[in-house]
T-cell receptor
């Protein structure tokens, strides 16, 4: 069964600290993985995409990693800011006929406190 | 560009009532989808469309209808609202060249009493 599991479910950290969010998947076949950020009361916004051949990709204070062998991805946030408080969702697309459906993880809710 | 817009932002319905959630995008995207998001669950696909005049069911289609008469609009109709349809509904669109990169609307929070 195609599944995407994320951990932890929720996380509280102090402003300025680092944190790492995990994503394990069983989606097959696999081509790429996206991390989305969802602020409270808003729709998800794409942060980064990891393709099968990429191991690490950085976008400002966000660093995503991918291990296609163990089917794991992580999102590392450096020097957290209050604006990082949001849910982070791991998303993996899969072909279904002529359409690319996506499997969403349940997300990690991050709260950054002063 | 406004991106993906949804109306209304909030709605309260009584059991058995019907209504239409509106979704529009101005990016000329071929693909559009409707999702619902419930606490503790990932977004679940209700219906999707790969182009004007073409729609198909997602994983939780029961109780919902869609149509796609234009590229821009993709309304979601609740035929007879039930409390189990209380949720936050998101519309998303993506282009044929990057189908996995979805742009989401701001959501509609629906409560059915």
């Amino acid at each position: 069964k195609n599944q995407v599991e994320q951990s932890p479910q929720s996380l509280i950290i102090l402003e300025g600290k680092n944190c790492t969010l995990q994503c394990n998947y069983t989606v097959s076949p696999f081509s790429n993985l996206r991390w989305y950020k969802q602020d409270t009361g808003r729709g998800p916004v794409s942060l980064t995409i990891m393709t099968f051949s990429e191991n690490t990709k950085s976008n400002r204070r966000y660093t995503a990693t991918l291990d296609a062998d163990t089917k794991q991805s992580s999102l590392h946030i450096t020097a957290s800011q209050l604006s990082d408080s949001a849910s982070y969702i791991c998303v993996i697309p899969r072909r279904s006929g002529g359409y690319q459906k996506v499997t969403f993880g349940t997300g990690t809710k991050l709260q950054v406190i002063p | 560009n406004a991106g993906v817009t949804q109306t209304p932002k909030f709605q309260v319905l009584k059991t058995g009532q019907s209504m239409t959630l509106q979704c529009a995008q101005d990016m000329n995207h071929e693909y559009m989808s409707w999702y619902r998001q419930d606490p503790g669950m990932g977004l679940r696909l209700i219906h999707y469309s790969v182009g004007a005049g073409i729609t198909d069911q997602g994983e939780v289609p029961n109780g919902y209808n869609v149509s796609r008469s234009t590229t821009e609009d993709f309304p979601l109709r609740l035929l007879s609202a039930a409390p189990s349809q209380t949720s936050v509904y998101f519309c998303a669109s993506s282009g044929r060249d990057r189908p996995g990169e979805q742009y989401f609307g701001p959501g509609t929070r629906l409560t059915v009493t």
